[in-house]
C-alpha cells in the first residue's frame, strides 16, 4: 500500500485547505484511515480518523472546523480544514490501518502504511 498526500500550502488564518491523499496498492485489504499532523517539537497527534464504514473521530480542537471524508472509487481519503488558526500549522500525514475498530484507529502504532507528509502553514 502506497499513500500519496497532496494540498497543502501557506494559507491566512480563517482561510481553507483540502488535503488529499491517495492510495494505491491493495486497498481492500485497509479498514481504516487516519490524518496526522507533527509540528516542530510536538508529538504526532491524530487529527481525524475513519472507517470503511464511515465512522468518524476528531481531535477536540479541530470538531467543527475539519471534516474528514472518502471516496472509495478514486481510493482517495480527504480532509477539508476551514477557519484555519496559525496552530494549525504542522506537517500533516496520512495514514491507512487493517485493523477495524469502531471508532477508527486513535493510536499512531496501530497504523500500518503512512505517506510522506505535506506542509501546512497558516499565517495570522
Known amino acids: 500500500v502506497q499513500l500519496v498526500e497532496s494540498g497543502g500550502g501557506l494559507v491566512q488564518a480563517g482561510g481553507s485547505l483540502r488535503l488529499s491523499c491517495e492510495v494505491s496498492?491493495?486497498?481492500?485489504?485497509?479498514?481504516?484511515m487516519g490524518w496526522y499532523r507533527q509540528a516542530p517539537g510536538n508529538q504526532r497527534e491524530l487529527v481525524a480518523a475513519?472507517?470503511?464504514?464511515?465512522?468518524?473521530n476528531y481531535l477536540n480542537s479541530v470538531k467543527g472546523r475539519f471534516t474528514i471524508s472518502r471516496d472509495s472509487a478514486k481510493a482517495t481519503v480527504y480532509l477539508q480544514m476551514n477557519s484555519l488558526k496559525p496552530e494549525d500549522t504542522a506537517v500533516y500525514y496520512c495514514?491507512?490501518?487493517?485493523?477495524?475498530?469502531?471508532?477508527?484507529?486513535?493510536?499512531?502504532?496501530?497504523?500500518?502504511?503512512w505517506g510522506q507528509g505535506t506542509q501546512v502553514t497558516v499565517s495570522s
Open positions: 496498492g491493495d486497498v481492500s485489504s485497509l479498514n481504516a
Open positions: 495514514a491507512a490501518g487493517l485493523a477495524y475498530r469502531v471508532a477508527g484507529i486513535v493510536s499512531p502504532i496501530e497504523y500500518d502504511y
Open positions: 475513519i472507517t470503511t464504514r464511515g465512522s468518524t
